[in-house]
C-alpha cells in the first residue's frame, strides 16, 4: 500500500485551462514540442524516429533533416516567445469564437450574433462555475448537502450542517442494515442452526438435505429449506476452484475503469489498473488476492468502507429514500466480483437459476420479459381464459440478504466456502464513513459487536447482482413446487408450458393461469395464496415486499351474443 501511494506521489500532474485556447496559440504549443524533441536528439538523446515526424507534421515543419543544433534551439526560442505573445493577447479568443460562429451560422439557422452570445453564455457560466467551487471548497458530485430526518421526538425537518448530516444518514443506515433482523434465519433456531455465514454443521445438513426441521420454524421458512438443497453435480465434485490465474487477474484489470470509486484506504483503481501493465507487479497483486480468496481471511484494510449516499429521485433528501452505495476497497471489490462470475458461469452450465429470473444472466433482458409478458396476455386473448397478474417490488433488495442463506445459495451451486467466508465477514466487520456532499465522516458505525449479525450485500457489491439471481431462483422453484404459476400448452405440438412470472432482478410479476377452467374468484384465491407464500419465500431470505410498489390485475372475459368483452371490475367484485 506504501509503495503504491508513494509511487503515485511522484506521477506527472496535468494541470490543464488555464489558458483559453484558439488556434494559433495551440499551434505555437505544437511548434515548441517538435523543436525541443529535435534538440534533445541533436543533443545526443534518445527520442524515436516516427514519433518525431509525427510530432514535425503535427507543428507543420517539413524540413528538418538538415538542421543544426543551434538552429533548432533558436526556432524553439522563437517558439516560446511567440507562445508568450499570444498567452497576453486576450482578444485571440474572440477572433476564434467569431470565426466559428460564423461557419455555425453558413450551416444552421441561427445567426452568427446568435451563435456568438451563446458561445459568451456558455463560457461565463463555466468561469462562474469554477469561481464557486473554489469559494465554497470541493463538494462531492452527485451527493447530498441536506436531508430530512426524524428527530428525538420522531417529527420530520431538514438538517444542513455535516455534522447534522453525517449523525442523520448514519441512524439510517444501522437501521436499514438491521431491518431484516427479524426475518427466521436471524432469529432462533435456525441462527443457531446455521450460524451467521451459513458454514455451521446446520448448514451443511440443509445442503446435504439431512436438516432436521425443529419445532417453530416458520412455515415458508420450513418450506424453503428442501429447494436449498446442493445440486447433484455439485455433491458429486464440481466445485468451483479457488485457484487465481495471473493472466485472468491481469486481464481483468486491464478492463476496469479508473474512475470507479473505492474505499478509503487512498488505493484506487488506477493503482491496481497500472500495476496490470507490468507482469511481475501484476503477478504480485495476483498472488496478494489469492491468499484471502483460497483462505477466507479477512485483510483488515479491506474492513474499511464508505456508504456514498444519492438521491434515488431528483429533490427526495429523506433519509429512508436515499440510495447508499457501499464502497469496497478496490482489490477487494475485484475478487467479489471473481466470485460473482465464476458462481454465474456455474450456475448457467448446472441449470441452476430459475427460468424466469433474467436479471444478471448473458443473453436476456428486461426487455425479453416485456415481450414475454405481452404475449402471454395476448394468449389469455386469444384463448380466453381468465388469469391474474401481481407486479411486485422487493423492499431494499440488495440490502436486506442474510448472508447465512446467501451462503447456502452459493455453495448450493458450487461455490467453496473460503471465498464466501472472506466476503461475508468482509462485510460483517466493514467500518462504515458516511460520504455526502462535504467529503467523508470522521464518525463511523461498525457491526462487529451486534448482536445479531450485519446482513445485506452491500449496493456496489460486485458480486451483489450474481448472488441475488442464485438467492432467489430456489424461491422461485418453491412456487413451482407448491403448484402455483402459467399452465399453457402448444397448440401444434402439444408441448406443455408452465411458469411462474417474469422477474428482473428484484422486479418480480407473478402470474397464475390455472390449466383448467376456474372462476374469477378461484383465481383470486390462488394469486392471494401465491403472493403469500412469494412473500414468505423471500423474507426467508432477509426481503419483504413494498406494498406501495405492488398491484395487481385481474383479467376475464364477458360474452353477449358470441361476442367477447373484458370484463370491468364491478363484474368480478
Known amino acids: 500500500t506504501g509503495a503504491m501511494l508513494k509511487a503515485e506521489r511522484h506521477c506527472r500532474k496535468l494541470k490543464m485551462g488555464g489558458v483559453p485556447f484558439s488556434p494559433d496559440y495551440n499551434a505555437t504549443r505544437k511548434r515548441i514540442a517538435a523543436w525541443s524533441l529535435l534538440v534533445k536528439r541533436l543533443e545526443g538523446g534518445r527520442v524515436n524516429s516516427r514519433f518525431l515526424h509525427r510530432k514535425m507534421h503535427q507543428a507543420d515543419i517539413t524540413e528538418y533533416s538538415t538542421i543544426t543544433l543551434e538552429q533548432a534551439s533558436e526556432e524553439r526560442k522563437e517558439a516560446y516567445l511567440e507562445n508568450q505573445k499570444l498567452k497576453s493577447n486576450t482578444s485571440r479568443r474572440e477572433t476564434w469564437l467569431e470565426t466559428v460562429a460564423g461557419a455555425l451560422a453558413a450551416e444552421g439557422k441561427l445567426t452568427k450574433e446568435q451563435h ?22 470541493k463538494l462531492r458530485a452527485g451527493a447530498v448537502t441536506s436531508v430530512i430526518a426524524p428527530d428525538q421526538q420522531g417529527h420530520w425537518r431538514e438538517v444542513t450542517t455535516k455534522q447534522e448530516v453525517e449523525e442523520a444518514l448514519i441512524a439510517e443506515n444501522i437501521r436499514r442494515f438491521s431491518q431484516a433482523s427479524d426475518t427466521p434465519f436471524l432469529q432462533e433456531p435456525l441462527l443457531s442452526a446455521v450460524g451467521s455465514v451459513g458454514t455451521s454443521s446446520g448448514a451443511e445438513e440443509i445442503l446435504n438435505g439431512t436438516f432436521q426441521i425443529p419445532p417453530g420454524v416458520d412455515p415458508y421458512a420450513a418450506k424453503l429449506i428442501p429447494h436449498l438443497q ?58 496478494m488476492a489469492a491468499i484471502p480468496h483460497a483462505t477466507g481471511l479477512s485483510p483488515q484494510r479491506w474492513q474499511d468502507g464508505i ?10 433528501t429523506r433519509v429512508d429514500s436515499l440510495r447508499t452505495i457501499m464502497l469496497f476497497e478496490a482489490d477487494a471489490n475485484q475478487n467479489f466480483k471473481k466470485v460473482g462470475r465464476d458462481m454465474m458461469y456455474q450456475a448457467e452450465e448446472l441449470n441452476a437459476l430459475a427460468q424466469e429470473q433474467f436479471g444478471s444472466r448473458k443473453t436476456l433482458s428486461s426487455v425479453d420479459q416485456s415481450l414475454n409478458k405481452r404475449l402471454t396476455f395476448d394468449l389469455l386473448r386469444q384463448l380466453k381464459r381468465p388469469g391474474a397478474l401481481c407486479a411486485n417490488d422487493a423492499k431494499s433488495c440488495y440490502d436486506r440478504v442474510v448472508h447465512s442463506i446467501a451462503s447456502i445459495c452459493m455453495q448450493r451451486v458450487g461455490v467453496l466456502q473460503e471465498p464466501i467466508v472472506c466476503m461475508f465477514t468482509t462485510i460483517q466487520n466493514l467500518e462504515h464513513r458516511i460520504r455526502t456532499a462535504y467529503g467523508d465522516s470522521e464518525s463511523t458505525f461498525s457491526g462487529q459487536l451486534w448482536a445479531v449479525p450485519i446482513h445485506g450485500l452491500g449496493q456496489g457489491n460486485g458480486a451483489g447482482p450474481q448472488i441475488w439471481g442464485v438467492v432467489s431462483s430456489p424461491v422461485i422453484h418453491m412456487l413451482q413446487d407448491e403448484g402455483y404459476g402459467a399452465f399453457f400448452k402448444a397448440s ?10 417474469y422477474a428482473f432482478v428484484d422486479d418480480t410479476d407473478l402470474v397464475t393461469i390455472p390449466a383448467q377452467q376456474a372462476t374469477f374468484q378461484e383465481i383470486a384465491q390462488e394469486m392471494q395464496d401465491m403472493v403469500d407464500t412469494w ?12 406494498p406501495e410498489k405492488s398491484h395487481w390485475y385481474l383479467v376475464d372475459f364477458k360474452w353477449q351474443n358470441d361476442i367477447w368483452r373484458y370484463a370491468t371490475v364491478d363484474e368480478t367484485p
Open 307 to 316: 456508504d456514498c449516499e444519492l438521491e434515488k429521485k431528483a429533490g427526495k
Open 492 to 501: 401444434i405440438s402439444g408441448t406443455e408450458l408452465s411458469f411462474v412470472g
Open 230 to 287: 446442493r445440486l447433484p453435480e455439485v455433491a458429486a465434485g464440481s466445485r468451483i476452484s479457488v485457484t487465481m490465474d495471473p493472466a485472468d487477474y491481469q486481464k481483468g484489470w486491464m478492463k476496469a475503469r479508473e474512475a470507479t470509486a473505492s474505499g478509503p484506504s487512498r488505493l484506487h483503481f488506477g493503482h491496481f489498473i497500472a500495476n496490470a501493465h507490468d507482469a511481475e507487479i501484476s503477478l504480485f497483486d495476483s498472488i
Open 535 to 546: 412473500e414468505g419465500g423471500i423474507r426467508a431470505t432477509g426481503g419483504a415486499i413494498v
Open 116 to 137: 456568438i452570445l451563446n458561445m459568451r453564455n456558455r463560457e461565463r457560466q463555466r468561469r462562474n462555475a469554477r469561481i464557486i467551487r473554489r469559494v465554497n471548497g
